[in-house]
């Protein structure tokens, strides 16, 4: 009776020193053939998880496969150096307005315009804020109201009218739509004379109303909303809060306006920004320097600058504040540009 030995593998030993295949079959002549390593499943001896995908893979194969799926090199350089170019593009204004902030009116033309020369930020900007009886500041607070309080209004009113396209069938809704989508395609100057003749037979030019009313209206912000309600308010979702007994108002504050909130985000942004650089429709609209914007006071600022020149300055120092508001606007409202709120809300 021979004795046996297991071999390393899974092979099998004799006595007269021929090798068995794994499981104890022996090869013709005394002598096992030896299954290759990789002509297994697996690729390794022994291993009964081939038939699993992605079984028996390296480190260095799974390795090579991650990087065969990353853009190449010199994709990624010119993607980096098209974005380096964007951001110097956009952010350079920026510094030239916080280095020119610094200086004072003589220095803005007599010194090199990208470094500091004596800066004095406080005391000019200090300046700035107290000129005229503190004039910008009143043109800041009407900025902030006109932009603040339009924005939020015709958020609102584009959420509203966006869910009801989106969500109810009612007769002529793709002509509404359409002539909406329309409105897209006007610009905001081809409406301002028409909208003064309007608000002047009313008696509503040069007030408050005379920008707040055109700044309610978003096209833009209909048409976003609609697509937006459509795609992210499920109908399974609101014929639940109908069965429960919710009624339509309440579905759509609770439910509607949750659901739709990065787009709402977004129109109140754009609004936001949109009504903040206006500068057409108020000159049009007002003749009283009370009831100015910051765009419009500073323009009325450097039109007197030939004649005051220390109003270059404070030019420069405004528009630096102006953009104040919008950087910390982006900034705290970006967190909400998020996707896939409504994952997992209902269950398929």
């Known amino acids: 009776m021979s004795e046996r030995n297991d071999l390393p593998g899974g092979v099998v030993a004799d006595e007269s020193g021929g090798q068995a295949a794994p499981g104890g079959e022996a090869a013709p002549g005394g002598e096992a053939e030896a ?17 699993r995908p992605g079984a028996g893979r390296s480190p260095g194969r799974a390795a090579k496969g991650r990087e065969g799926l990353a853009p190449p090199l010199r994709h990624r350089i010119i993607t980096s150096s098209l974005l ?16 020119s902030s610094t200086k004072s009116s003589s220095d803005l033309f007599g010194t090199f315009g990208f470094w500091f020369h004596d800066p004095h930020p406080l005391d000019y900007l200090h300046q700035v804020l107290t000129y005229d009886d503190g004039i910008y500041v009143r043109w800041f607070a009407n900025s902030l109201m006109y932009a603040g309080v339009g924005a939020l209004a015709a958020t609102l009113l584009s959420a509203a009218a966006g869910y009801a396209l989106a969500k109810y069938r009612f007769p002529g809704r793709e002509g509404v739509f359409n002539v909406i989508l329309a409105g897209v395609l006007i610009p905001g100057t081809a409406l301002a ?17 005379a920008v707040l009313i055109p700044s309610v209206v978003s096209p833009f912000g209909v048409y976003l909303c609609r697509i937006y309600a459509t795609a992210a308010v499920p109908d399974s979702l609101l014929e639940a809060a109908r069965i429960d007994g919710a009624g339509e108002a309440r579905i759509f504050s609770t439910l509607g306006l949750r ?3 990065p787009a709402l985000v977004t129109v109140f942004l754009f609004q936001f920004v949109h009504i903040w650089n206006n500068f057409f429709l108020p000159l049009v609209m007002l003749s009283d320097s009370d009831l100015y914007p910051i765009q419009l006071g500073l323009t009325s600022w450097q039109g007197y600058a030939d004649r005051q020149p220390e109003l ?16 910390v606007l982006m900034g705290v409202l970006q967190r909400y540009w998020r996707t896939g709120l409504t994952e997992g809300s209902v269950k398929a």
């Open 312 to 327: 270059y300055q404070y030019t420069v120092g405004g528009a630096f504040l102006s953009v104040l508001p919008l950087m």
């Open 35 to 51: 299954v290759p390593p990789d002509d297994r499943p697996g690729g390794r001896p022994g291993d009964q998880s081939g038939d």
């Open 193 to 209: 004379l028409p909208l003064y003749l309007l608000f002047s037979e009313i008696g509503l030019a040069n007030t408050y109303w």
């Open 84 to 99: 380096t170019v964007a951001a110097l593009y956009f952010l350079t204004p920026v510094y030239w307005l916080v280095v």
């Open 259 to 261: 659901l739709m909130t």
